[in-house]
């Protein structure tokens, strides 16, 4: 692919996921772009085995972007990672296609394990900012992991999820969240649990006050009754 073609793919992809951009020249500016163009060159030497090589490129594009994307690392076509700092990509890491991923982020594994030990993501997958991923399962596709959560284990596609340990709360097929890449209007299931127990607490505290009526009003009755004796 030429670099002239290369640039105006990238710049459609960010101007589809970033508003702020205004021109395709401010492309070149862009962390993502720069440090995508390092790992495309760094994956090819890792590939061919000259691993020095590859972890110089991707070392050299580390300090010049904030985004650490380990060489051997597989990623797919249209992967736009937004602002970037403190972004790291894993080895064994594995990015579909039209993936975002926001600062913060990391795709890492969990101890000193072989093989495959880090995570892979499907298609469409978007990742909001300081989420971490750890360990070697898949994100399933039009996935969408909330700010700030932890992930340990599998996610099938077309889910939410959020906390610590992330866990699921939303599933809603045929949804791409890369389209609308929102991150903040997101279930949230403590709220739900505390409206929860804040309805059931409302209806047993009414029902203690008319159970205590009761009792004045029968003792009130008994009352009356013995002064009439």
């Known amino acids: ?3 002239i073609k290369y640039v105006k793919e990238e710049f459609e992809i960010i101007k ?3 508003p702020a951009i205004k021109s395709p020249f401010e492309v070149l500016l862009y962390p993502s772009f720069q440090v995508m163009l390092s790992y495309r060159r760094a ?3 890792y590939e061919k085995g000259h691993y020095f090589w590859a972890r110089y490129i991707s070392q ?3 300090k010049r972007t904030g985004i650490e994307i380990h060489p051997g690392a597989k990623i797919g076509k249209g ?3 937004d602002h970037g700092s403190g972004v790291i990509i894993g080895e064994t890491a594995v990015i579909g296609d039209n993936c ?6 990391t795709l890492g594994g969990t101890g000193k394990e072989t093989g495959k030990r880090h995570p892979t993501l499907g298609n469409n997958v978007m990742v909001s900012a300081g989420a971490k991923i750890l360990g070697s ?3 399933g596709d039009n996935s969408k992991i909330g700010a700030g959560s932890v992930v340990i284990e599998e996610v099938p596609p077309n889910c939410t999820v959020v906390g610590v340990p992330g866990h699921i709360v939303k599933r809603k097929p045929d949804d791409n969240p890369c389209d609308k890449l929102d991150q903040i209007h997101l279930p949230d299931p403590v709220k739900e649990d505390i409206a929860v127990l804040q309805k059931e607490n409302s209806e047993l505290t009414n029902r203690v006050i008319d159970l205590e009526n009761a009792l004045r009003e029968l003792n009130r009755r008994r009352d009356n009754q013995n002064e009439n004796i």
């Open 60 to 62: 050299k594009a580390k």
């Open 100 to 105: 975002t991923l926001y600062q913060g982020v």
């Open 79 to 81: 992967l736009f990672i």
């Open 137 to 139: 399962f898949t994100i």
């Open 43 to 45: 994956h090819k030497l």
């Open 16 to 18: 589809q996921r970033d």
């Open 1 to 3: 692919m030429g670099f």
